[in-house]
C-alpha cells in the first residue's frame, strides 16, 4: 500500500532527528560515489513560471530513487510533492505532499555543515532572516552545538520578536531579537543567513574570528545576500554540490573573484578528506545550494517511521 504524508504528519515525528541522521549518511555516500545527485532542473509555462525537479537517490544494497517537484507560479514554491521508489524492485514506497520535507532537509543540511565546520565550543549564534528556513536552520543547529544564546534580526520587527518568542519556547533557549544584523551576528560563533535579499546583509568586519557562516539565500552574481568579502575572510569555503552551484540561471556569487577556486564539496569534509579547522581558528563559509538525492533519503525514512506508528 502506497503511504501518502503531508506536513502535520511530518511535525508528529521526530523529523529534524531523523534528517541529521540521513544527511550525514547521504554526503557520506555522495563522497563514495553512492548518491545520484545531479543539478536540479526547470520546465518553463512561458511567463507563468516553471515546475523545478530534483532528481535522485542512493545506490547499495537498499537502492532509493525518486524525486521532488514544486512549482513557480505566482512566486509560489510551496505547492510541492516528493515522490519515492525502491529501485530494486520499482515498488512505490510513498509520497510527501507539502513544503515541510524542502525545509526540513535544507535545515538539517545547514546542521550538518555547522557539525563539522563550526566550532565545537560554540555557544552563540546569530540569525539573519526569520522564516521558516530560519528556523529549520536554529533547530537543527541547537541539535549539534550546545547553543546558549541566539540573537536574530529580520526586517520585520513583528516577525524578529515572534520568532524569538515562539523559538525560545521550543528549544529551550535564550533567543534574543536585536535592532540590527550588525547586533544579530557580532561576536557570535555560528552565522546563519537564511534571507531572499538580492543585496548583502551582513558586512565581513563585524564578523570575529573563527566564525562560521550558512549562506541559504540567493547566491548568484546579480542576487547574493552574502559579498565576497565574507568568502575572502573564509579560509574554507564549502558548499553540498559543486555541480548545483554551476547550473544556476545566473553565475555563482563567486564567480570571477579570487574566492572562485576554493570552492570545496561538503561531503570531502565529512569524510575526513579535507580538514577545517587545524589549528582551531578558521574561519568557515558554507553555501547551501541543494544536493539532490537528500530529500529522497529522508522521505523514505519518514515514511518507514510514519508506517511503523
Known amino acids: 500500500m502506497t503511504i501518502l504524508l503531508d506536513d502535520d504528519d511530518l511535525d508528529r515525528l521526530p523529523a529534524m532527528e531523523m534528517a541529521l541522521a540521513a544527511m550525514e549518511e547521504a554526503f557520506l555516500e555522495r563522497d563514495q560515489g553512492r548518491l545520484v545527485s545531479p543539478p536540479r532542473f526547470h520546465v518553463p509555462f512561458d511567463t507563468l513560471g516553471n515546475l523545478v525537479f ?70 552563540v549564534m546569530g540569525i539573519i532572516g526569520s522564516g521558516p528556513q530560519a528556523r529549520m536552520q536554529l533547530e537543527a543547529a541547537a541539535s549539534v552545538r550546545a547553543l546558549e544564546h541566539v540573537r536574530v534580526f529580520s526586517r520585520s520587527e513583528q516577525g524578529r520578536k515572534t520568532f524569538a518568542d515562539e523559538m525560545s519556547r521550543a528549544l529551550g533557549l535564550r533567543v534574543e531579537a536585536t535592532d540590527s544584523a550588525h547586533a544579530a551576528v557580532d561576536g557570535a560563533d555560528i552565522v546563519v543567513c537564511a534571507t531572499s535579499s538580492p543585496s548583502p546583509v551582513i558586512d565581513a568586519q563585524w564578523l570575529k574570528p573563527g566564525v562560521h557562516v550558512n549562506t541559504l539565500g540567493p547566491k548568484t552574481v546579480d542576487q547574493h545576500e552574502l559579498g565576497s568579502d565574507v568568502a575572502e575572510r573564509a579560509d574554507v569555503i564549502a558548499t553540498d554540490s559543486c555541480e548545483q552551484a554551476g547550473s544556476y540561471h545566473a553565475p555563482f556569487f563567486l564567480s570571477g573573484s579570487s574566492s572562485e577556486g576554493r570552492l570545496v564539496e561538503l561531503a570531502a569534509i565529512i569524510s575526513g578528506k579535507i580538514a577545517v579547522r587545524p589549528s582551531g581558528a578558521e574561519t568557515t563559509l558554507f553555501c547551501s545550494v541543494g544536493l539532490a538525492g537528500t530529500e529522497v533519503l529522508l522521505a523514505s525514512r519518514l515514511l518507514t517511521a510514519a508506517q511503523a506508528c
Open 54 to 123: 530534483t532528481v535522485g537517490g542512493n545506490l547499495g544494497s537498499n537502492p532509493l530513487a525518486g524525486f521532488r517537484v514544486y512549482n513557480t507560479f505566482h512566486g509560489r514554491a510551496d505547492a510541492q510533492l516528493t515522490a519515492i521508489w525502491s529501485a530494486g524492485d520499482g515498488e512505490l514506497q510513498g509520497i510527501v505532499v507539502g513544503s515541510r520535507l524542502g525545509q526540513i532537509r535544507t535545515g538539517a543540511i545547514g546542521g550538518v555543515a555547522i557539525r563539522h565546520m563550526s566550532p565545537p565550543s560554540a555557544k
